[in-house]
Nanobody
Framework: QVQLVESGGGSVQAGASLRLSCAAS????????MGWFRQAPGKEREFVAG????????VFADSVRGRFTISRDNARNTVYLQMNSLKLEDTAVYYC???????????????????WGQGTQVTVSS
């Protein structure tokens, strides 16, 4: 019933920007904090950014802070990841996920999240 669908990925050159979207359905969206994760080939899935369920608090991985922005539109059941100044190291499959409906800043641990999307590929080349 719960479905998260990422979109907006693609292949770009270093320095370019992309905006990822994650549309949620089958849940009361505004009860869930949301997170973005990514997984590069041969690597474990890593935390990118998180946003509280009301959008008032955000957190970023050190590797993307200052370049990426997370936001949400609860009226549209959508969370976004604006990615600027993309680097080769940003190449990965990007996933969105819900937390466990806690009114707190979402954490970076995988086990804090409940529902996951299928991912969207982001490829950055020089």
């Amino acid at each position: 019933q719960v479905q998260l669908v990422e979109s907006g990925g693609g292949s770009v050159q270093a320095g370019a920007s992309l905006r990822l979207s994650c549309a949620a359905s089958g849940l009361t969206f505004n009860l869930y904090g949301m997170g973005w994760f990514r997984q590069a080939p041969g690597k474990e899935r890593e935390f990118v950014a998180g946003i509280s369920r009301d959008g008032g608090n955000t957190v970023f991985a050190d590797s993307v802070r200052g370049r990426f922005t997370i936001s949400r539109d609860n009226a549209r059941n959508t969370v976004y990841l604006q990615m600027n100044s993309l680097k080769l190291e940003d190449t990965a499959v990007y996933y969105c996920a819900t937390d466990r409906a806690r009114p707190v800043i979402p954490g970076a641990s995988l086990n804090e999240y409940k529902y996951w999307g299928q991912g969207t590929q982001v490829t950055v080349s020089s």
